[in-house]
């Protein structure tokens, strides 16, 4: 097979959005200006907050308003990022950003709206898909019983789905999004076996069909990557487990190797460290062992003496940095995998929705982000992007 024919995707949950106005703004300033430096199509990958979501569903001219400015600005969109349920850009987001989990009535009710204004804005004869949090992260609180409630919920959303699909004609899926240190953050150990439970109890519900069309994955490149995983192995356990692939984040995480002797790269890192998003890190040690830490601190990056952490060969750390980028400095990314990760995606039976994700760049550390716009470094993004398919296609 090939790449999705679709237009390439960027997130936009990289740009502030409590109202639908404030949306239609960063579409208008940011968005319609990536896509005219980008020489390319392109799609816009809207993220709609719960606030947002409820005023588009109450106000018809308010949905019309947002599909207008998509057309205006030669904009298509055809996935959603329902991960943030709340205000993805206040002071401090970290592990609020999986609440509330897939045990809430208000996780799948959001998701169902989500779903209801992704069937107004598809264009003609695609298919929809909509990102969400991976149940719930380890570190919230969560029921004895969360993981059947999760289950039961998604079954009840993809029922749902079927029958937007039989009333509207549009066929939207659900992408669970796996990331480190939550529910499902190991494709092997979290991913494959939970979505066995999952189909276990669809099937004796007599809805298996239904829940294998409309629940599937969310592959981000830069989550997978940051647990050393072999991506093209993930991709193909997910594959052989008649798990679908609904949507893939083309991402970079940022490695440190050999932490304890690299000063510089240290030093690097420590500008990285910053309030508003969860990084977590994880360390491989000399005899393939990895060990994990739930956020990046200055403390750890910079503890005299050394702990064992420091003596890994080498970190990875969910901080999403440019697509285009193979080093920064003194430190490098993940860019092999992402590469590795298209590869396979490529050899699937169908296309997977292809998305670019770094919404960090309001909290990179300064330097091009100082003299360049941002619009200029999302289209640079973008075009590198498409380079890459083209090189693997």
Same mark, same amino acid.
């Given at each position: 097979?090939?790449?999705?024919?679709?237009?390439?995707?960027?997130?936009?949950?990289?740009?502030?959005?409590?109202?639908?106005?404030?949306?239609?703004?960063? %579409?208008?300033?940011?968005?319609?200006?990536?896509?005219?430096?980008?020489?390319?199509?392109?799609?816009?990958?809207?993220?709609?907050?719960?606030?947002?979501?409820?005023?588009?569903?109450?106000?018809?001219?308010?949905?019309?308003?947002?599909?207008?400015?998509?057309?205006? /600005?030669?904009?298509?969109?055809?996935?959603?990022?329902?991960?943030?349920?709340?205000?993805?850009?206040?002071?401090?987001?970290?592990?609020?950003?999986?609440?509330?989990?897939?045990?809430?009535?208000?996780?799948?009710?959001?998701?169902?709206?989500?779903?209801?204004? %992704?069937?107004?804005?598809?264009?003609?004869?695609?298919?929809?898909?909509?990102?969400?949090?991976?149940?719930?992260?380890?570190?919230?609180?969560?029921?004895?019983? =969360?993981?059947?409630?999760?289950?039961?919920?998604?079954?009840?959303?993809?029922?749902?789905?079927?029958?937007?699909?039989?009333? @509207?004609?549009?066929?939207?899926?659900?992408?669970?999004?796996?990331?480190?240190?939550?529910?499902?953050?190991?494709?092997?150990?979290?991913?494959?076996?939970?979505?066995?439970? %999952?189909?276990?109890?669809?099937?004796?519900?007599?809805?298996?069909?239904?829940?294998?069309?409309?629940?599937?994955?969310?592959?981000?490149?830069? /989550?997978?990557?940051?647990?050393?995983?072999?991506?093209?192995?993930?991709?193909?356990?997910?594959?052989?487990?008649?798990?679908?692939?609904?949507?893939?984040?083309?991402?970079?995480?940022?490695?440190?190797?050999?932490?304890?002797?690299?000063?510089?790269?240290?030093?690097? %890192?420590?500008?990285?460290?910053?309030?508003?998003?969860?990084?977590?890190? =994880?360390? $491989?040690?000399?005899?393939?062992?990895?060990?994990? $830490?739930?956020?990046?601190?200055?403390?750890?990056?910079?503890?005299?003496?050394?702990?064992?952490?420091?003596?890994?060969?080498?970190?990875?750390?969910?901080?999403?940095?440019?697509?285009?980028?193979?080093?920064?400095?003194?430190?490098?990314?993940?860019?092999?995998?992402?590469?590795?990760?298209?590869?396979?995606?490529?050899?699937?039976?169908?296309?997977?929705?292809?998305?670019?994700? @770094?919404? @960090?760049?309001?909290?990179?550390?300064?330097?091009?982000?100082? @003299?360049?716009?941002?619009?200029?470094?999302?289209?640079?993004?973008?075009?590198?992007?498409?380079?890459?398919? $083209?090189?693997?296609?």
């Amino acid at each position: 097979m090939s790449f999705s024919s679709l237009p390439l995707s960027y997130c936009t949950n990289v740009h502030p959005g409590k109202t639908v106005n404030e949306v239609i703004n960063g %579409l208008s300033v940011h968005t319609a200006e990536v896509r005219k430096q980008l020489d390319a199509p392109m799609a816009a990958g809207l993220w709609l907050c719960r606030s947002v979501v409820s005023e588009l569903l109450k106000d018809k001219e308010a949905l019309e308003r947002l599909a207008q400015t998509l057309w205006q /600005h030669d904009l298509c969109c055809y996935t959603l990022n329902a991960f943030p349920f709340g205000d993805f850009h206040s002071e401090r987001v970290k592990e609020q950003v999986y609440l509330p989990d897939w045990t809430s009535n208000d996780r799948l009710n959001y998701t169902k709206d989500c779903a209801r204004i %992704l069937a107004e804005l598809l264009p003609e004869g695609s298919e929809g898909s909509i990102s969400t949090v991976p149940l719930g992260g380890r570190m919230n609180p969560t029921a004895p019983d =969360f993981q059947a409630i999760c289950f039961h919920n998604l079954i009840l959303l993809a029922k749902w789905l079927k029958e937007l699909h039989a009333g @509207t004609g549009r066929l939207i899926r659900l992408a669970i999004e796996p990331e480190p240190l939550c529910e499902m953050s190991s494709i092997p150990k979290d991913a494959v076996p939970l979505f066995r439970s %999952l189909f276990e109890m669809a099937e004796a519900l007599g809805e298996l069909p239904c829940v294998q069309e409309h629940i599937g994955l969310c592959f981000d490149v830069c /989550h997978q990557a940051v647990v050393f995983e072999d991506v093209m192995t993930s991709i193909n356990q997910i594959v052989s487990s008649d798990i679908r692939i609904n949507k893939v984040h083309i991402t970079n995480a940022i490695e440190l190797q050999n932490p304890s002797e690299n000063a510089a790269g240290r030093e690097a %890192l420590v500008s990285y460290v910053e309030p508003r998003y969860l990084h977590q890190t =994880f360390a $491989r040690m000399s005899d393939g062992s990895v060990v994990n $830490r739930l956020d990046l601190t200055a403390e750890d990056i910079r503890r005299e003496p050394s702990d064992s952490f420091l003596q890994a060969e080498t970190w990875r750390v969910h901080f999403h940095v440019p697509v285009y980028a193979d080093q920064l400095g003194p430190l490098k990314t993940t860019r092999p995998d992402l590469r590795a990760a298209l590869q396979a995606i490529r050899e699937l039976e169908y296309s997977p929705h292809l998305e670019v994700e @770094t919404y @960090t760049w309001p909290v990179m550390p300064d330097g091009d982000t100082a @003299t360049v716009s941002l619009s200029a470094q999302i289209a640079r993004e973008l075009a590198s992007a498409y380079d890459l398919l $083209r090189e693997l296609s």
